[in-house]
Nanobody
Framework: QVQLVESGGGVVQPGGSLRLSCVAS????????MGWYRQAPKNEREMVAT???????TYADSVKGRFTLSRDNTLNTLHLQMNSLKPEDTAVYYC?????????WGRGTQVTVSA
């Protein structure tokens, strides 16, 4: 059974930074796709950034140049470095894994960008 555990959310002022982490446990294929999605109140869940295997990485247009996704296959971890945060980045951020057979989601971590 695959489990995803997120950490690193919190409250930050506009222009600030946060680093989200996701640790995956279970049988993880290095060629699997991992990524981050987010969902703001009253909005649909949207893709933030994904990585297939060791690359390539896809970013949502709204976060390009501000967010950086990285993956450590040795530790089965995924990180999202978020810089220059804006109030519209406020959402619950979910870690995602497509393990070639099933999809998995973490429980989410709240990110709030507010003055």
């Amino acid at each position: 059974q695959v489990q995803l555990v997120e950490s690193g959310g919190g409250v930050v002022q506009p222009g600030g930074s946060l680093r989200l982490s996701c640790v995956a446990s279970g049988i993880i294929f290095h060629s699997s796709t991992m990524g981050w999605y987010r969902q703001a109140p009253k909005n649909e869940r949207e893709m933030v950034a994904t990585i297939r295997g060791s690359g390539p990485i896809t970013y949502a247009d709204s976060v390009k140049g501000r967010f950086t996704l990285s993956r450590d296959n040795t530790l089965n971890t995924l990180h999202l470095q978020m810089n220059s945060l804006k109030p519209e980045d406020t959402a619950v951020y979910y870690c995602y894994l497509d393990n070639l057979v099933n999809d998995y989601w973490g429980r989410g971590t709240q990110v709030t960008v507010s003055a």
